[in-house]
């Protein structure tokens, strides 16, 4: 047996595709990078269901020219510089190897930028290296943004190819439950989604294609948006702070006292967790418990038997200071350890009482738009 070094691409490819999972990953990964950018519109553009191409655009900060070669290459960040950054980092990203990744596992990648102090837009190719192979003036973005377009993903892994192609039914519907997860947590950002066939004869913005959430004031009315008016007026907002614990707050939007399960239940699961407006994913988590707590909660409230199963709409984002809890935990980041979580379920248990049983709620700032 001879011990040897993978060489550079190797290890590159077998890196990405573990970033890269699938395509909802590379639409997580840039709406999260124009939510860094300080966004406020984010257009999300699939043709052929993502299999030709996925694009996403922004009206955000765009990059600034002496960032753009490093862009696209592993491990460069402009979020994070030291590891004891960690522990005070508020944005999406860190790790600095979405965009690598990304272009790793396409055919052909583009991202074209603009800050606002930049006089004209610049389009730039960038390789499977993360490095810029041509560039020039573009005349695309107006004021200040970046749009990302991955071409083909996984035309370099078969199988994954083969999967994604397999899974189209699936993932339409996974592609908009995951644009509306961070529409949800960033109400005062217009999201919008097109899905076309193909190239040919693609409008965008017109049709059942098209989805869009306009900006708005409060997650309530995006709720109302999004959902319709009868699940807003069924749910109700509350914001709690620890007393004892000032760095921990919970924000939850909850199905009121007896409210109408079949409004709640409604179009299936529809569970949100966030810690600091980050979508967790409950299931793999630490926060599973606190999802059964709501759901139990709720369901003896409305007098359901405890064969129901369902999980009532619940929106919970978990504000905390990032040093207390580890998001560093798989790439996508959506799995979580806490520092002592005990202080979040004594918490939501609070608001549970004060919601579903007939204590008094001066206790609670309830929160009004
Ligand atoms: P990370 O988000 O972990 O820093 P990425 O590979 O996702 O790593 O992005 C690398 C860098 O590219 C970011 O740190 C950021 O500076 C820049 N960038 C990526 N997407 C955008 C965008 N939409 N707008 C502005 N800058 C961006
Ligand atoms: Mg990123």
């Known amino acids: 047996m001879t011990i040897k070094v993978l060489d550079k691409t190797t290890i590159q490819h077998l890196h990405s595709g573990q970033v890269i999972v699938d395509l909802e990953a590379i639409v997580k990964e840039l709406i999260e990078n124009s939510l860094d950018a300080n966004a406020t519109s984010i257009e999300v553009v699939f043709i052929n269901n993502g299999l030709e191409s996925i694009q996403v655009k922004d009206d955000g900060d765009g990059i600034e020219e002496n960032d753009r070669l490093c862009v696209a290459k592993r491990h460069y960040t402009s979020k994070l510089v030291k590891f004891d950054d960690l522990e005070s980092i508020s944005s999406y990203g860190f790790r600095g190897e979405a965009l690598n990744s990304m272009c790793a596992i396409s055919e052909n990648a583009i991202i074209m930028t603009k800050t606002k102090e930049d006089v004209i837009g610049k389009q730039y190719d960038v390789d499977k290296e993360g490095f810029i192979s041509n560039e020039k003036p573009t005349n695309s973005i107006s004021k200040s943004g970046t749009n990302v377009t991955l071409y083909k993903p996984f035309y370099n892994l078969p199988v994954r190819r083969q999967l994604a192609k397999k899974n189209i039914p699936q ?59 009868q699940l807003a007026n069924a749910v109700e907002r509350f914001v709690e ?82 040093d207390e809890y580890d998001v560093n935990i798989d790439p996508n980041k959506t799995t979580i350890y806490f520092q002592n979580k005990q202080l979040i379920f004594n918490l939501v248990d609070k608001i549970l009482d004060t919601v579903y049983s007939n204590k008094i709620d001066s206790l609670f700032i309830k929160q009004t738009e």
């Open 171 to 229: 993932s339409t519907r996974k592609f908009q439950d995951l644009i509306v997860q961070y529409a949800l947590a960033h109400p005062n950002v217009r999201f919008s989604s097109h899905q076309a066939r193909d190239t040919v004869g693609y409008i965008p913005n017109t049709g059942n294609n098209s989805w869009i959430k306009p900006a708005t004031t409060s997650i309530e009315k995006t709720i109302g948006i999004i959902y319709g008016s």
């Open 241 to 322: 702070t620890d007393i004892h614990h000032p760095t921990l707050t919970i924000d939850m939007i909850l199905p009121k006292r007896n409210s109408d399960p079949s409004v709640i239940y409604k179009g299936g699961d529809r569970v949100f967790v966030y810690v600091n407006q980050r979508p967790i994913n409950y299931v793999k988590s630490e926060l599973k418990e606190l999802v059964t707590s709501v759901r139990n909660r709720y369901r003896e409230n409305v007098g359901l038997n405890e064969n129901n199963r369902k999980n009532p709409f619940m929106y919970i984002d978990i504000q905390m200071s990032p």
